[in-house]
């Protein structure tokens, strides 16, 4: 790199060498380059700062006090630097080794925890990068490569992705287990026309469609609660604080709360999904681990419909 115009990386390490060397010539045999190459650097580098760096005597080169404080700082940029260029490495050499995933967030709670505790014995040495998401933030970091698979529900634009289906689930009704509406088989509209509800973000389009099974009459919900984390709804339901809906896919993630599952009529038809981007080469070299997800998240999948 040419840094003629400024003190630049490499004048910088020469002039750090110098002061641990304390002369041009060790520096010199460190950084094998020539003495008088060094020599040259130092003076452009006095020349930068405006002020001699160093007094000459018999026993070397000593540097002042404003030439310690300059290489304190040179070392901790250097020091900085050498641990970037680590991190970088590492993760080029892990790449092979690794599964990066992007989730709802409660998925991230429940499937996968058990998911990675189940690929333990058959892939011990895999490192996994977990991301906890919104479902538009899902598909933006599997296009982009920052995950490598994710879990979602359709729809998704089939020209950047492939998928794979995991579970077909319908609206319901998620409430705590006293809940005065807990033992009905349906809940319409009518019966939760008066209710509080805790839901989803409005940027979340999917959730509005479900908000609109909610209107009964002209009336509009009753929203105590708005989250944007996928599933968290859950938790404030457990507490009294209204019920709320959601696929049931979603809703068996949530067994860690003592909750009713009701089912909506009338209900949205939803379709989960383990996906990928399309022609992505690592996804292609690690087929055979792809599909160990897919067959563990269906199974769980149907594992948590049957409880």
Partial sequence: ??????????????FREIVRSGSTRRASKVLKITQSAVSQQLKLFEELVGEKLFVRDRRGLIPTTRAIDIYNRIDRYFDTLGHIEREILGSFS??????????????????????????????????????AQSYDQIAQHVLTGEADIGISRLPLDERFFEWRTISISKTICL???GH???????????D????????????????????NAFVHKGRYPNVRV??????????????????????????????????????????ITYEHVVFWRRGSDKVARQAALVEAVVAFARDQASDMAQD
């Fill in 226 to 267: 708005r989250t944007d984390a996928i599933g968290f709804a859950a938790a404030f339901a457990a507490h009294g604080s209204g019920i709320t809906l959601m696929n049931e896919f979603i809703a068996r993630q949530c067994g860690m709360f003592d909750l009713a599952i009701v089912p909506l009529h009338p209900a």
């Fill in 1 to 14: 790199m040419k840094d003629d115009g400024g003190v630049g990386l490499r004048r910088a390490e020469i």
């Fill in 180 to 190: 005065p509406l807990a033992n009905k088989k349906l809940i319409t509209a009518e």
């Fill in 192 to 211: 939760v026309s008066a209710e509080s509800l805790i839901t989803l973000d409005r940027e979340f389009s999917s959730n509005l469609l479900g908000l």
């Fill in 94 to 131: 892990s790449a092979q080794n690794s599964l990066s995933i992007s989730a709802p967030h409660v998925v991230c709670l429940s499937m996968l925890p058990k998911l990675v505790a189940a690929l333990e014995p058959t892939h011990p040495a895999l490192e996994f990068y977990i991301r």
């Fill in 175 to 177: 409430m705590r287990a």
